[in-house]
């Protein structure tokens, strides 16, 4: 019988976040181009500057339409044309608007890659925006608001949002409108939009996959590069403010017999030199199973199956005008609310008073870094990834520069970072459950003042 040895480990290869190659075609539409060595689906990823903040008032909404009708059909194709079209060259195409713009996102195997362009260039540069499929996907809108507003996260957070920022603020309403704009929207309201703020010049393409053998920039230019506008100016971008003042806004839910907590305020962005750091503590006080909420609050207890704490970038830009959400949000059973409360804020009390540990450091930079190559292995994480980075007036590098910060961020720093980012006082805490039953366990914390909001 023959005996084979036992394989070893191979060598650890170095690995770094990829910077992509940058050129502008000739209509003004910049291209990011990443080649990536077998990946055979391409992704690409389109930044219309067409934010929420301009969407005209009493139409908040119409970005979402106006992103969802991109695929609705064009002057070539009918809304099942277009789609059979897809269909046949096995390309997905979705989009979505945010507050810093819309994204459109699509993904082809690379032997289809000229298809799927032409495809996606024609539904930038001539979408048909049809009456009667802005008016069904109005109707689809219209009848998913009700469905989010029965969802207690979801609920959560628009409560947050609309008790964090001022009023008059387009971030402080919901992102895909409510009813009430929603219903408003028609085709010329979308094509008016489209028309003021959607152009080549001020649009961003990412390509990400393996380009061997392509003429990417032959292709770009037949096909997005025909696209025509106007030039426009860059846009100014108005600060990001929030009141964070201590306080407790319960939305009622009579019987519910759990409650989702939210807990958040605005901090540093991406463009602050405190990020890495804060990336690092808040990851160890919620990021994870092992985290420091997750310890106590599940493993010790048992009032939920999972407690997050997240950093998420709102807005932002090279000027340094941007904000990230920072928020702690899981839900426990209707009794524990009062207890778990008292907990978490008890945690955030000992994590000023005590710090981090370096093993909880350490463990937060090998599952932040240690695991990005496979973080990475598809196209559409690295093309998602970059369009992030332009989205927000980052550097192309700034990814693998970011990798290299957490690893040489240090305990002490993480430590500062989380607890000015969670400070105690500073809170805005939204809680969606049954009023009867906690409103009072909860004044009685002291963490703010507590109102109670009809669901």
């Not at 219209?142 to 507003?149: K, V, W």
């Not at 219903?183 to 703020?197: G, L, M, Q, T």
């Amino acid at each position: 019988m023959d005996f084979h040895p036992q394989p070893q480990a191979g060598t650890a290869r170095p690995w770094a976040f990829p910077e992509p190659t940058r050129h502008t075609l000739g209509n003004g539409l910049t291209v990011l181009r990443c080649d990536r060595p077998g990946q055979q689906v391409v992704a690409v990823e389109v930044l219309l500057d067409s934010p929420l903040d301009a969407e005209p008032a009493g139409l908040d909404g119409v970005a979402t339409i106006m992103a969802r009708a991109f695929s609705e059909g064009t002057d070539k194709h009918s809304a099942e044309e277009f789609a059979a079209e897809l269909e046949r060259c096995g390309a997905t195409l979705d989009a979505h608007a945010d507050h810093p713009c819309v994204r459109i996102s699509l993904e082809v195997p690379a032997s289809r890659l000229a298809k799927a362009l032409g495809l996606l260039a024609d539904a930038l540069r001539a979408p048909a925006f049809a009456d009667s499929e802005v008016e069904r996907l109005v109707r689809n809108r219209l009848d998913e608001i009700p469905h989010e507003a029965a969802n207690p996260s979801r609920r959560a957070a628009k409560e947050l949002y609309r008790q964090l920022f001022p009023a008059e603020a387009r971030m402080s309403r919901p992102r895909q409108g409510t009813e009430e704009t929603v219903a408003a929207i028609d085709a010329a309201a979308v094509r008016a939009f489209y028309e003021k703020h959607v152009r080549p010049a001020t649009t961003t393409a990412v390509v990400v996959g393996d380009l061997a053998g392509l003429d990417v920039e032959g292709l770009l230019a037949d096909t997005l590069g025909a696209w025509t506008g106007s030039p426009s100016a860059p846009r100014v971008v108005a600060p990001v403010t929030a009141d964070d003042t201590g306080r407790v806004f319960i939305v009622d839910r009579p019987g519910a017999v759990q409650t989702q907590l939210l807990i958040g305020r605005i901090g540093a962005d991406r463009h602050d030199r405190v990020w890495p750091a804060q990336v690092l503590g808040t990851y160890c006080l919620g990021g994870t199973l092992t985290s420091r909420l997750d310890r106590v609050l599940r493993e010790e207890k048992g009032y939920t199956y999972g407690v997050r704490a997240f950093g998420q970038v709102l807005r932002s830009t090279s000027e340094g005008t941007g904000a990230a959400m920072l928020a702690i949000s899981g839900s426990v059973d209707t009794e524990s609310t009062g207890p778990a409360l008292t907990d978490l804020w008890t945690v955030l009390r000992t994590l000023a008073a005590e710090g981090l540990t370096d093993a909880e450091r350490d463990v937060a930079v090998q599952n932040l870094v240690g695991v990005a190559p496979l973080k990475y292995e598809t196209a559409a994480a690295v093309a998602g990834t970059l369009a992030d980075q332009v989205e927000q007036g980052l550097p192309d590098d700034y990814q693998g520069q970011l990798y290299q910060r957490l690893a040489a961020t240090g305990t002490v720093e993480a430590t500062a970072a989380a607890v000015n980012a969670f400070p105690v006082d500073r809170l805005v805490t939204v809680l969606v459950g049954d009023a009867a039953q906690i409103e009072e366990p909860v004044r009685a914390l002291g963490i703010g003042e507590v109102t109670v909001v009809t669901g």
